[in-house]
């Protein structure tokens, strides 16, 4: 599993295939972009726990509560099967409403415009591979 996690003041992203779309705007949040690997998919429930609890301290780190979940498989070389990718995404949104943050996921498997603006500090920008 790999997550590179940014801390943005503003994310909006687009289907880049609809172009009479305005798109979808997020302010300040934890923006995830995450690639789950072929050995993910034989230990789903650690990878599931290594997840949420790296999401939840940096989320904590900076006190925002408002998580955006993106697949993204350009992380590294190794990629899931796409429907274990999509669940693993689902599941951890739904552990973190659970634990009452404001998560939204980015369609997966379809390709989007975006933009984002990431804050400054070095720790607004991370990288976990587990």
Not at 4 to 31: K, Q, S
Not at 41 to 57: A, C, P, S
Not at 94 to 112: K, Q
Request: charge should be negative.
């Amino acid at each position: 599993m790999k997550l590179l996690m940014f801390h943005v003041e503003n994310f909006w992203f687009c289907p880049d295939e609809d172009v009479n779309a305005e798109g979808t705007n997020y302010d300040e949040g934890l923006l995830v972009w995450i690639q789950s690997e072929v050995q993910d998919e034989t230990d789903r429930t650690g990878v599931l726990r290594k997840m949420v609890k790296n999401i939840r301290w940096l989320a904590k780190k900076f006190g925002i509560s408002r998580v955006i979940l993106h697949s993204f498989a350009h992380l590294g070389e190794s990629k899931s099967a796409p429907e274990f990718a999509d669940g693993i995404i689902e599941e951890t949104a739904m552990r973190l409403r659970d634990r009452d943050y404001d998560v939204h996921t980015v369609p997966f498997g379809a390709f989007h415009e975006f933009k984002m603006h990431v804050k400054g500090p070095s720790l607004a920008k991370v990288f976990k591979s587990f």
